[in-house]
């Protein structure tokens, strides 16, 4: 699901199948950054949501950060997204002050989900440095 996700339109270019695997094994080690969930409907796996923390002095707190969230095609429109997302609300840790998340201007449907979750848009131009 993760080479699905990083073939389509929710994301500008594709990663390395190693840097799957390397989150992959941090996420099953329990690493406090990185957390994974499947998702699944009436017993079929549906999806996946993987998110990370981090601190933000900004908002004086910590800030979890939806990475990816990615259904299967069958599986799209049956609100199961905006359950992911829902669960991540209820069940943050305290000192949680954000859920933050980027998205391609494409992706109008995941737009559309995170408005109604009351998610808005930040006029942040993002920067990276890869190493």
């Avoid at 840097?19 to 999806?47: C, D, I, K, W």
């Avoid at 923390?53 to 799209?76: A, Q």
């Avoid at 201007?105 to 890869?130: F, S």
Wanted: hydrophobic share 35%.
């Amino acid at each position: 699901m993760c080479q699905k996700f990083y073939q389509s339109s929710a994301v500008l270019h594709g990663i390395p199948a190693a840097n799957m695997e390397e989150t992959f094994r941090r996420v099953v080690a329990g690493s406090p950054y990185a957390q994974g969930y499947l998702l699944t409907h009436q017993g079929e796996t549906a999806g996946y949501l993987l998110t990370s923390t981090t601190y933000s002095n900004e908002v004086g707190g910590l800030v979890i950060w939806l990475e990816e969230l990615y259904l299967e095609e069958k599986f799209r429109g049956l609100g199961l997204g905006g359950a992911a997302m829902e669960y991540i609300r209820q069940n943050c840790p305290a000192d949680v002050r954000r859920l933050r998340l980027e998205v391609t201007p494409c992706n109008q449907g995941a737009i559309r989900l995170y408005e109604r979750k009351g998610y808005q848009k930040l006029d942040y131009i993002q920067m990276v440095q890869d190493f």
